[in-house]
């Protein structure tokens, strides 16, 4: 879905004097070209061009075509690793909750773009420097992730091999790009949560992702 700028969006405030466009609407195109062309394509006239502005608005806002793609990585950290640092790290009255906490990220696209998080992922397959930025993430998700099993008993050793199971059966789910039902996935609830913490699942955790999953359906 194209991005909606600034100036359409009713509920921003109007802009003024000559601004056409906003740092937000550089950054959005550019977020929407990279996941839908690659970063090859994230090209200042380009950009310019779906804007509808000239090269003078992308410099009021960056310095260069360098500068806008760091900002994009920042913001793939802000929108990805954050979200699940945060979500992990939330207040849980058992190992079920606290997954389940985990899954939100995963089924809510606004805390956490797969879209964007692999598109990242191929640009640094050709970038050492975004290699490292994906390596520290993952670094980051994972000792997250680790914190949270190990608050509620479990050994370092378990705690990290519980982690990499469910972070990366967590990406793999979308890598493949599965076509399946939410349904069946909330289906399997109780199956995965027994998988991936050895414990009984909390009905009450499941029924709350559950409502989570009727209310984002609803939107």
């Known amino acids: 879905m194209t991005p909606i700028l600034h100036r359409d969006d009713p509920d921003k405030d109007p802009l003024v004097?000559?601004?056409?466009?906003?740092?937000?609407?550089?950054?959005?195109?550019?977020?929407?070209?990279?996941?839908?062309?690659?970063?090859?394509?994230?090209?200042?006239?380009?950009?310019?061009?779906?804007?509808?502005?000239?090269?003078?608005?992308f410099y009021g806002y960056f310095k260069s075509r360098?500068?806008?793609?760091?900002?994009?990585?920042?913001?793939?950290?802000?929108?990805?690793?954050?979200?699940?640092?945060d979500k992990v790290e939330m207040p849980a009255s058992s190992i079920s909750e606290a997954v389940c906490n985990f899954f939100r990220c995963f089924l809510d696209p606004k805390l956490f773009d797969h879209g964007l998080d692999f598109a990242v992922r191929e640009w640094s397959r050709?970038?050492?420097?975004?290699?490292?930025?994906?390596d520290a993430a993952d670094a980051t998700r994972l000792k997250a992730l680790c914190a949270m099993f190990e608050r509620f008993g479990y050994s370092e050793y378990d705690a990290d091999t519980r982690a990499r199971i469910l972070y990366f059966m967590q990406l793999g789910y979308h890598a493949l790009e599965l076509r399946e039902p939410?349904?069946?996935?909330?289906?399997r609830l109780d199956g995965y949560l027994r998988g991936f913490t050895g414990a009984d699942p909390d009905p009450t955790a499941i029924a709350d992702l559950r409502d989570f999953v009727i209310d984002l359906s609803s939107r």
């Open 182 to 187: 939410m349904s069946e996935r909330v289906a």
């Open 66 to 85: 360098k500068h806008l793609l760091k900002a994009l990585l920042d913001d793939w950290e802000d929108r990805n690793t954050k979200s699940i640092v």
């Open 126 to 134: 050709r970038d050492s420097a975004v290699r490292q930025r994906i």
């Open 17 to 57: 004097g000559h601004v056409k466009v906003t740092r937000e609407d550089w950054l959005n195109v550019a977020r929407d070209v990279l996941v839908s062309e690659g970063v090859a394509e994230v090209k200042v006239l380009a950009l310019g061009a779906r804007l509808d502005v000239s090269r003078s608005s």
